[in-house]
C-alpha cells in the first residue's frame, strides 16, 4: 500500500490545476507586460486570477501580490511592517515561538537592525493565549506575526481574536497562511488581518508560486527590484502559468473546502485513537483545534528518523521533527515550543493527510507505525531502561 | 542520490547482532537521548578474542547501520585489533554517511572503546 501522508510539506498537483497551466505554457505564453495579444492574454488571465484569489479570502483584487511562494510573502510582510514601523518609531514586534523559518529568520534579521522581538508562548496545547499578546504590545508595538495555523502540530490560532486585538491598538496583523488557505475559511476582513501569506503547492497547486495579500492603504516595500510588475511591488516576469494553476487549484480547495474538512478530519480522528493506543505515545498539540489533516505524535523510546525510513519501507510518506531529519543537533523548534523535552521529542511523527486519504489507509498506518515503533523499542537501551524503572516515563 | 548507501540501508534494515548478553564481560554506553542517539555494546571475550558481541541502539538510521557494522568489524577478532577500530573504518565499511551523520559512526567507535575500557576494568590482569 503507498500512503502519501506529508501534505503539510507539499501536495500533489491537482489534475485540474495541472490542466489549466499547460495552455500557458504551449499558447498563451507571451510575457504580460507586451502589447500583442498574446502578452495581452496573459495579462488578461492573471488579472483573472487575482480577481479570483482575492474573493477566496474576502480581499480586494488590488490587495493580492503575487510572490514565489510562502516564504518570500513572509520575508516581504516584515519587511513592510518594520519599514512603516521604522518611520512611526516604533521597532517592536510580537511572534510566537514557534513560527515558520521564513517569519523566525526574518526577525532574527530585524533584531540585528535595531527591532525588538517579543515571542509569545504555544502553551502545551500549541496555541497563543489572546490575553497575553494584548499584554505584550506596547506603545512602540509595529506589528502582531501570528501564524494561522502550525506548520508541524496543526494547531490552528485564535485569529480572530487576534485580529480584533491589534484593531484596538492599531498595530499592523499579519498572518503566515501557508497551512491554513484552501483548507480552512478564511475572511481577511471579519479576522482583521493586514497581511497574510500564502503559498500554492499546499493546496495542490504547483511549487514556487503563492501570493501575499496587503491591505488597502498599507505601502508595501520591495523585496525584489528591477520592474513594475505586481503594481511596481514586486519585480520579475509574473509566473503566468504557476499563478494560473495556483488559482485553478484554490478555486478547487475552497470549493469543496467543507465537504473536505469532513471527511479529512474523521480520518484524522480515527488516527489520533489508534495511534494513541501506542503505549507512552502523546499527541503533539490540541485535539481539535487543529488542521482537518494533521496528525503529530511523539513516542517515547525511539527517535524519528529510523521511525520515517521504516515506514517508507511500508510504503508510507511522512515527515519527523527529530534532529537527525533536520540536519541540525536540535529537534524542532515547535516541539519544544509547546514543552516536550529534547529525549522525547527526538520520537516525533508528522502524518498530514490528503482529501483522497480512506479508512483503510489510516487503519493501515495504525498498524504500521504501531509495528514500527514496537520494533525500534526492541533494542532501544532507552527502552529498556525505561521499562526497567531505571529512568522515569516522560509519556 | 539516496540519503544512505546501500550498505546502510542494509544494515539499518536488517541489522546484525542486535541484542543483549546478560552475562557481557564488557559493556559500552555512550551518547545520550537529549542529542537523540544512544549505543550500548555487550561483548563476550574468550581467549582475548571478541567471542561474541551484541548491541542496542536509539538512534536515527545511519546509528543503528553504524552500530551493526561496528559489531560485525570487531566479531571474532582479538582485542588488539579492536582497540584500534576507527570511526573511519567502520564509516567506510558502510561505504560512506553523509558528512553530517559522521557523528554516528564516531559513536560506534566510541561504544565499543567503552566496552573494552569496561572489559579491562573488570579483568585487570589482561590489560596491557
Redesign the interface.
Known sequence: MKIYADNAATTKMSRTAIDAMIPFMEEHFGNPSSLYSIGQKAREALEQCRNEVAEVIGANPREIYFTSGGSEADNQALLTAAEIGKKQGKRHIISTAFEHHAILHSLARLEKQGCEVTLLDVHEDGLVRPEELEAAIREDTCLVTVMFANNEIGTIQPIKEIGAICKKHGVLFHTDAVQAVGHVHIDVDELNVDMLSSSAHKFHGPKGTGFLYVRKGIPVTNLIEGGSQERGKRAGTENVAGIVAMTAALREAAARIDENAAHISAMRDRLIAGLSQIPHSALNGDAKRRLPGNVNFCFE??????LL??LD?KGISASSG????S?S?D?SHVLLAIGR???VA?GSLRLTLGEDITEEQVDYMIKSVGEVVEYLRS??????DLTAGKIPFIL | MALYSDKV?DH??N?RN???IEDADGIG?VGN????????MYLKIEDDKVADVK??????????ASSSMATELIKGKPLSEVSELTNKAVAEALDGLPD??MHCSVLAEEAIQAALKDYYEKHPEKAQ
Open positions: 523510546g525511539i527517535e524519528g528518523e529510523s525510513l521504516l519501507d527529530s534532529a537527525c531529519t540536519g543537533l529537534p523535552v529534547h529525549d527526538h533494542f532501544s537501551p532507552v527502552w529498556r | 540501508m539499518f534494515r541489522p542486535v541484542g543483549v554506553e537521548a537529549k542529542c537523540g542517539d544512544i549505543m550500548k548491541f542496542e541502539t536509539f538512534g536515527c538510521g545511519s546509528a543503528i553530517y551523520k
